[in-house]
Protein backbone atom coordinates (compact mmCIF):
# COMPACT_ATOMS: atom_id res chain seq x y z
CA UNK A 1 0.00 0.00 0.00
CA UNK A 2 0.71 3.72 -0.30
CA UNK A 3 2.88 6.01 2.15
CA UNK A 4 3.52 9.37 3.18
CA UNK A 5 7.07 9.16 0.79
CA UNK A 6 4.47 10.63 -1.93
CA UNK A 7 2.87 13.73 -0.32
CA UNK A 8 0.38 14.25 -3.52
CA UNK A 9 -0.72 11.39 -3.63
CA UNK A 10 -1.73 10.65 0.21
CA UNK A 11 -3.30 13.91 -0.44
CA UNK A 12 -5.57 13.20 -2.74
CA UNK A 13 -6.64 10.05 -1.36
CA UNK A 14 -7.21 12.22 1.86
CA UNK A 15 -9.33 14.53 -0.04
CA UNK A 16 -11.09 11.56 -1.60
CA UNK A 17 -11.83 9.75 1.73
CA UNK A 18 -13.71 12.93 2.90
CA UNK A 19 -15.36 13.69 0.00
CA UNK A 20 -16.64 10.09 0.66
CA UNK A 21 -17.58 10.79 4.41
CA UNK A 22 -19.01 14.20 3.17
CA UNK A 23 -21.67 12.32 1.24
CA UNK A 24 -22.67 9.92 3.54
CA UNK A 25 -23.13 12.54 6.50
CA UNK A 26 -25.10 15.19 4.49
CA UNK A 27 -26.52 12.86 1.68
CA UNK A 28 -26.85 9.63 3.28
CA UNK A 29 -25.22 7.77 -0.04
CA UNK A 30 -22.37 6.98 -1.50
CA UNK A 31 -22.22 5.03 -5.02
CA UNK A 32 -18.50 3.92 -4.08
CA UNK A 33 -17.00 1.59 -1.26
CA UNK A 34 -14.33 3.62 0.24
CA UNK A 35 -12.96 1.15 3.34
CA UNK A 36 -13.27 2.91 6.37
CA UNK A 37 -15.80 5.83 5.89
CA UNK A 38 -19.03 4.16 4.87
CA UNK A 39 -21.56 2.58 7.06
CA UNK A 40 -20.64 -0.25 8.86
CA UNK A 41 -23.54 -2.53 7.38
CA UNK A 42 -22.57 -1.43 4.09
CA UNK A 43 -18.75 -2.20 4.95
CA UNK A 44 -20.11 -5.54 5.64
CA UNK A 45 -22.06 -6.09 2.68
CA UNK A 46 -19.14 -5.17 0.60
CA UNK A 47 -16.24 -7.09 2.68
CA UNK A 48 -18.36 -10.16 2.58
CA UNK A 49 -19.18 -10.40 -1.28
CA UNK A 50 -15.54 -10.33 -1.93
CA UNK A 51 -14.81 -13.05 0.89
CA UNK A 52 -16.87 -15.33 -1.36
CA UNK A 53 -15.51 -14.67 -4.45
CA UNK A 54 -12.17 -15.72 -2.80
CA UNK A 55 -13.10 -19.63 -2.47
CA UNK A 56 -12.77 -18.85 -6.71
CA UNK A 57 -9.35 -16.89 -6.87
CA UNK A 58 -6.38 -19.39 -5.67
CA UNK A 59 -4.05 -19.55 -8.80
CA UNK A 60 -6.41 -17.95 -11.15
CA UNK A 61 -6.29 -14.95 -12.96
CA UNK A 62 -8.72 -12.23 -12.25
CA UNK A 63 -10.62 -9.11 -13.64
CA UNK A 64 -12.51 -7.49 -11.69
CA UNK A 65 -14.58 -5.04 -12.98
CA UNK A 66 -15.76 -1.69 -11.66
CA UNK A 67 -13.17 -2.36 -8.99
CA UNK A 68 -13.71 0.92 -7.67
CA UNK A 69 -11.17 2.07 -5.25
CA UNK A 70 -9.48 -1.14 -5.62
CA UNK A 71 -10.32 -2.57 -1.69
CA UNK A 72 -11.47 -5.98 -3.18
CA UNK A 73 -9.17 -6.38 -5.75
CA UNK A 74 -6.40 -6.25 -3.36
CA UNK A 75 -8.92 -8.76 -1.03
CA UNK A 76 -8.56 -11.03 -3.79
CA UNK A 77 -5.12 -10.85 -4.69
CA UNK A 78 -3.94 -11.35 -0.93
CA UNK A 79 -6.43 -13.52 0.89
CA UNK A 80 -8.04 -15.35 -2.15
CA UNK A 81 -3.97 -16.03 -3.47
CA UNK A 82 -4.96 -14.93 -7.28
CA UNK A 83 -2.30 -15.17 -9.73
CA UNK A 84 -3.43 -11.89 -10.73
CA UNK A 85 -5.99 -9.16 -10.48
CA UNK A 86 -6.53 -6.81 -12.85
CA UNK A 87 -9.25 -4.25 -11.26
CA UNK A 88 -10.88 -2.11 -14.11
CA UNK A 89 -12.87 0.98 -13.73
CA UNK A 90 -14.43 3.88 -15.49
CA UNK A 91 -13.70 6.52 -13.17
CA UNK A 92 -10.07 7.97 -12.92
CA UNK A 93 -10.26 9.33 -9.89
CA UNK A 94 -10.47 5.56 -8.43
CA UNK A 95 -8.26 4.27 -9.95
CA UNK A 96 -5.85 6.90 -8.77
CA UNK A 97 -7.14 6.21 -5.40
CA UNK A 98 -6.53 2.18 -5.68
CA UNK A 99 -3.00 2.60 -7.29
CA UNK A 100 -1.75 4.55 -4.12
CA UNK A 101 -3.58 2.69 -1.55
CA UNK A 102 -4.12 -0.70 -2.66
CA UNK A 103 -0.86 -1.86 -5.02
CA UNK A 104 0.31 -5.69 -4.32
CA UNK A 105 2.83 -6.95 -6.29
CA UNK A 106 0.15 -9.21 -8.25
CA UNK A 107 -2.64 -6.57 -8.53
CA UNK A 108 -2.75 -3.81 -11.06
CA UNK A 109 -5.35 -1.19 -11.81
CA UNK A 110 -6.44 0.71 -15.18
CA UNK A 111 -9.17 2.66 -16.27
CA UNK A 112 -11.46 0.65 -18.44
CA UNK A 113 -14.93 0.97 -19.88
CA UNK A 114 -17.52 -2.45 -18.53
CA UNK A 115 -19.31 -2.23 -21.47
CA UNK A 116 -16.25 -2.01 -23.98
CA UNK A 117 -13.27 -4.44 -22.26
CA UNK A 118 -11.65 -5.24 -25.78
CA UNK A 119 -10.11 -8.23 -24.14
CA UNK A 120 -10.45 -11.73 -25.38
CA UNK A 121 -9.47 -15.06 -24.09
CA UNK A 122 -7.23 -13.85 -21.14
CA UNK A 123 -9.23 -14.66 -17.47
CA UNK A 124 -10.18 -17.64 -15.80
CA UNK A 125 -12.55 -15.16 -13.49
CA UNK A 126 -14.50 -12.37 -14.04
CA UNK A 127 -15.57 -10.35 -11.13
CA UNK A 128 -18.23 -7.52 -11.16
CA UNK A 129 -20.39 -6.37 -7.76
CA UNK A 130 -23.10 -3.88 -8.11
CA UNK A 131 -22.71 -3.13 -11.72
CA UNK A 132 -24.90 -4.48 -14.06
CA UNK A 133 -27.92 -1.90 -12.98
CA UNK A 134 -26.03 0.81 -13.49
CA UNK A 135 -25.13 0.33 -17.06
CA UNK A 136 -27.73 1.02 -19.92
CA UNK A 137 -26.12 -1.56 -22.38
CA UNK A 138 -26.06 -4.04 -20.35
CA UNK A 139 -26.15 -6.60 -22.71
CA UNK A 140 -23.09 -5.26 -24.38
CA UNK A 141 -21.62 -5.59 -20.86
CA UNK A 142 -21.95 -9.56 -20.88
CA UNK A 143 -21.12 -10.11 -24.09
CA UNK A 144 -18.15 -8.10 -23.20
CA UNK A 145 -17.42 -10.41 -20.23
CA UNK A 146 -17.99 -13.55 -22.14
CA UNK A 147 -15.13 -12.33 -24.88
CA UNK A 148 -12.88 -11.85 -21.69
CA UNK A 149 -12.92 -14.43 -20.05
CA UNK A 150 -11.08 -18.62 -21.49
CA UNK A 151 -12.78 -20.99 -22.57
CA UNK A 152 -13.55 -23.10 -18.96
CA UNK A 153 -13.78 -19.30 -17.73
CA UNK A 154 -16.42 -18.18 -14.96
CA UNK A 155 -18.08 -14.78 -13.99
CA UNK A 156 -19.17 -14.30 -10.48
CA UNK A 157 -21.21 -10.67 -9.92
CA UNK A 158 -24.15 -9.29 -7.71
CA UNK A 159 -27.07 -7.31 -8.26
CA UNK A 160 -30.13 -6.14 -6.52
CA UNK A 161 -33.10 -7.83 -6.00
CA UNK A 162 -36.07 -5.97 -7.72
CA UNK A 163 -39.54 -6.75 -6.63
CA UNK A 164 -40.55 -5.86 -10.27
CA UNK A 165 -39.52 -8.72 -12.96
CA UNK A 166 -38.07 -5.39 -14.57
CA UNK A 167 -37.75 -2.30 -13.25
CA UNK A 168 -37.36 0.02 -15.79
CA UNK A 169 -37.16 3.10 -13.10
CA UNK A 170 -35.55 2.21 -10.08
CA UNK A 171 -35.94 4.50 -7.12
CA UNK A 172 -32.17 4.51 -7.03
CA UNK A 173 -30.95 7.36 -9.21
CA UNK A 174 -28.09 5.78 -10.18
CA UNK A 175 -29.28 2.66 -11.21
CA UNK A 176 -30.37 2.40 -15.14
CA UNK A 177 -32.65 -0.98 -14.43
CA UNK A 178 -32.94 -3.74 -11.73
CA UNK A 179 -34.47 -7.12 -12.27
CA UNK A 180 -36.70 -9.65 -9.98
CA UNK A 181 -34.63 -12.78 -8.77
CA UNK A 182 -35.78 -15.28 -11.55
CA UNK A 183 -35.87 -12.65 -14.73
CA UNK A 184 -32.24 -11.59 -13.66
CA UNK A 185 -31.29 -15.35 -14.31
CA UNK A 186 -33.19 -15.75 -17.57
CA UNK A 187 -31.11 -12.54 -19.03
CA UNK A 188 -28.22 -14.21 -17.56
CA UNK A 189 -28.91 -17.50 -19.15
CA UNK A 190 -28.45 -16.30 -22.87
CA UNK A 191 -24.97 -15.43 -22.59
CA UNK A 192 -23.99 -18.05 -19.32
CA UNK A 193 -24.54 -21.34 -18.41
CA UNK A 194 -25.76 -20.69 -14.26
CA UNK A 195 -23.79 -23.16 -12.17
CA UNK A 196 -24.71 -21.91 -8.06
CA UNK A 197 -26.99 -18.92 -7.16
CA UNK A 198 -26.50 -16.92 -4.14
CA UNK A 199 -28.52 -15.02 -1.67
CA UNK A 200 -27.20 -11.60 0.37
CA UNK A 201 -30.32 -10.62 2.63
CA UNK A 202 -31.00 -8.07 5.27
CA UNK A 203 -33.50 -9.16 8.17
CA UNK A 204 -36.57 -9.48 6.95
CA UNK A 205 -39.57 -6.91 6.84
CA UNK A 206 -42.63 -7.01 8.20
CA UNK A 207 -45.50 -8.57 5.66
CA UNK A 208 -47.46 -5.48 5.95
CA UNK A 209 -45.35 -2.93 4.57
CA UNK A 210 -46.39 0.88 6.18
CA UNK A 211 -48.19 2.91 3.49
CA UNK A 212 -46.27 6.01 1.64
CA UNK A 213 -46.54 8.97 3.43
CA UNK A 214 -45.54 12.84 3.29
CA UNK A 215 -45.54 13.58 7.01
CA UNK A 216 -42.56 14.83 8.59
CA UNK A 217 -42.35 11.87 11.15
CA UNK A 218 -42.60 9.78 8.02
CA UNK A 219 -39.70 11.30 6.34
CA UNK A 220 -37.48 11.29 9.46
CA UNK A 221 -38.39 7.80 9.28
CA UNK A 222 -37.08 7.52 5.92
CA UNK A 223 -33.84 9.48 6.76
CA UNK A 224 -33.42 7.25 9.67
CA UNK A 225 -33.96 3.84 7.42
CA UNK A 226 -31.57 4.99 4.78
CA UNK A 227 -28.49 5.81 7.19
CA UNK A 228 -28.63 2.95 9.87
CA UNK A 229 -30.93 0.43 7.47
CA UNK A 230 -29.60 0.57 3.82
CA UNK A 231 -30.63 -1.58 1.10
CA UNK A 232 -32.76 -1.95 -2.09
CA UNK A 233 -36.16 -2.02 -2.41
CA UNK A 234 -39.35 0.25 -0.86
CA UNK A 235 -38.61 2.08 2.03
CA UNK A 236 -39.62 1.30 5.00
CA UNK A 237 -37.97 0.62 8.48
CA UNK A 238 -37.29 -2.73 9.35
CA UNK A 239 -38.82 -3.71 12.45
CA UNK A 240 -36.18 -5.42 15.67
CA UNK A 241 -33.55 -5.87 12.70
CA UNK A 242 -30.97 -6.69 14.86
CA UNK A 243 -27.81 -5.58 13.55
CA UNK A 244 -28.92 -4.93 10.18
CA UNK A 245 -26.22 -7.06 9.04
CA UNK A 246 -26.92 -9.23 5.16
CA UNK A 247 -26.05 -12.59 5.23
CA UNK A 248 -24.76 -14.71 2.42
CA UNK A 249 -25.59 -18.04 1.85
CA UNK A 250 -26.53 -20.07 -1.40
CA UNK A 251 -30.30 -20.38 -2.31
CA UNK A 252 -32.05 -23.82 -2.40
CA UNK A 253 -35.40 -22.31 -2.18
CA UNK A 254 -35.84 -21.67 1.31
CA UNK A 255 -37.06 -18.50 0.94
CA UNK A 256 -40.02 -18.44 -1.67
CA UNK A 257 -40.05 -16.33 -4.38
CA UNK A 258 -42.72 -14.11 -3.52
CA UNK A 259 -40.48 -13.05 -0.44
CA UNK A 260 -37.97 -11.97 -2.33
CA UNK A 261 -37.21 -8.53 -3.25
CA UNK A 262 -39.81 -7.52 -1.29
CA UNK A 263 -40.46 -8.40 2.52
CA UNK A 264 -36.69 -10.01 2.06
CA UNK A 265 -34.44 -7.47 0.24
CA UNK A 266 -31.27 -7.13 -0.78
CA UNK A 267 -28.76 -9.05 -3.51
CA UNK A 268 -28.68 -12.13 -5.37
CA UNK A 269 -24.75 -13.17 -6.40
CA UNK A 270 -24.40 -15.64 -9.51
CA UNK A 271 -21.91 -17.57 -10.62
CA UNK A 272 -21.82 -18.29 -14.11
CA UNK A 273 -19.49 -20.45 -16.65
CA UNK A 274 -18.87 -19.20 -20.68
CA UNK A 275 -21.12 -21.14 -23.06
CA UNK A 276 -18.89 -23.59 -25.11
CA UNK A 277 -18.59 -21.66 -28.36
Same mark, same amino acid.
Given at each position: ?35 GYLQE ?65 NVQFD? !???? %?????? $????? @??? +??? &? ?11 IANCL ?21 ? !???? %?????? $????? @??? +??? &? ?84
Amino acid at each position: MGSVSNPEEEIFCLKYELDTLANVLLRSESERWVPGYLQEKTEHSHIGRYNLACNYTNNKQVIDIACGVGKGSFTMGTKGKATSVKGFDIQPEAIRYAKWRYSAPNVQFDI !NNAE %ELCITN $EFDLA @VSF +ETV &EHLPNYRDFFASIANCLKPDGRFLLSTPISPLSLDASPA !NPYH %EQEWGF $EKFQQ @VLS +EYF &EIEEVFVQLYPKLPDVLPAPSRSILARIGTKIKNTFFPGPGPVVIPVNPGNGFSTIEKYTGQYPLSELGTTRQGYQIVLVKKKAA
